[in-house]
C-alpha cells in the first residue's frame, strides 16, 4: 500500500492520509464508508473492517499493532 500523510503544524491532532494503492476499488471502500461530523462539518471515514484489511496489506510492525487494537473495537 502506498500512502502519504499530511500533517496539520498548527494543530497536531489534524491530519489526513491519501491513499495510492489499496487493496480494494474505490467505489467498495466508499459504499461502505462511515460519516462522521466534527464542528458541524461532515466527514468521510473508513469503515473499520476495511481500514483492518488495509492494514493487513501493508503488513508493517506498526499496521500488525494496530490490527490488534482495532480488531478489539469491532
Given at each position: 500500500m502506498i500512502a502519504y500523510s499530511y500533517h496539520n503544524t498548527q494543530h497536531s491532532f489534524m491530519s489526513i492520509d491519501v491513499l495510492i494503492d489499496t487493496p480494494f476499488q474505490f467505489e467498495e471502500i466508499w459504499n461502505r464508508r462511515e460519516l462522521r461530523s466534527y464542528n458541524e462539518i461532515e466527514i468521510n471515514l473508513i469503515h473499520i473492517k476495511?481500514?483492518?484489511?488495509?492494514?493487513?496489506?501493508?503488513?508493517?510492525?506498526?499496521d500488525q499493532q494496530d490490527i490488534h487494537f482495532l480488531s478489539k473495537m469491532i
Amino acid at each position: 500500500m502506498i500512502a502519504y500523510s499530511y500533517h496539520n503544524t498548527q494543530h497536531s491532532f489534524m491530519s489526513i492520509d491519501v491513499l495510492i494503492d489499496t487493496p480494494f476499488q474505490f467505489e467498495e471502500i466508499w459504499n461502505r464508508r462511515e460519516l462522521r461530523s466534527y464542528n458541524e462539518i461532515e466527514i468521510n471515514l473508513i469503515h473499520i473492517k476495511d481500514l483492518i484489511e488495509m492494514k493487513q496489506y501493508s503488513n508493517r510492525i506498526q499496521d500488525q499493532q494496530d490490527i490488534h487494537f482495532l480488531s478489539k473495537m469491532i
